[in-house]
């Protein structure tokens, strides 16, 4: 089992920056490629982004390259989302998780959630 809880979520006017991390529990975190998700109401949760276990790759949805970028710290088990630029569209709650395969940008393959922190972009 792995634990996955994240923090960093809030309220931020568009053009803001907002920090978002994952801390992580229980098995090696190192084992794990791990992905940012989101869920905006009304919609389907989608990837945002995901990296490798190494962190030697990183792939972004579209509508987020050059604005956010992922990395972790294997070290201090934790996973990062730094997230600039921000605009209302990227309004939803943001969730991190872990999957054994080396590296997906499908929801359905990764194996732990965390509970979400919601981040709120107003215009």
Do not use: H
């Amino acid at each position: 089992q792995v634990q996955l809880a994240e923090s960093g979520g809030g309220l931020v006017q568009a053009g803001g920056s907002l920090r978002l991390s994952c801390a992580a529990s229980g098995r090696t975190f190192s084992n794990y490629a791990m992905g940012w998700f989101r869920q905006a109401p009304g919609k389907e949760r989608e990837y945002v982004a995901v990296i490798t276990r190494a962190s030697d790759r990183r792939y972004y949805t579209d509508s987020v390259k050059g604005r956010f970028t992922i990395s972790r710290d294997n070290a201090k088990n934790t996973l990062y989302l730094q997230m600039d630029s921000l605009k209302p569209d990227d309004t939803a709650v943001y969730y991190c998780a872990a999957t054994s395969y080396g590296l997906a940008t499908t929801k359905g393959v990764y194996d732990y959630w965390g509970q979400g922190t919601q981040v709120i972009v107003s215009s």
